[in-house]
């Protein structure tokens, strides 16, 4: 059996809403199955996480508080 290695992409987010969703939509247009995508919500205040949970191929992730970029 090969190995077939996972790709993650990582997104940090901070009240950034309207970036998510064409950001979201331009990576689906990626077609490979090793591909992961990954929502990170730094605590925002806008209505980012709720745009982000409407592609659910993506794993969403929230913070109660913004722990920063890195």
Request: no cysteine.
């Amino acid at each position: 059996m090969r190995y077939k290695p996972k790709v993650s992409v990582v997104i940090v987010n901070y009240n950034s809403a309207e970036y998510v969703s064409p950001l979201l939509r331009s990576l689906r247009k990626i077609k490979s199955p090793s591909l992961e995508i990954i929502f990170l919500d730094n605590a925002s205040s806008d209505n980012s996480t709720e745009i982000a949970r409407k592609f659910p191929e993506v794993k969403v992730l929230q913070n109660k508080i913004n722990n920063g970029f890195s």
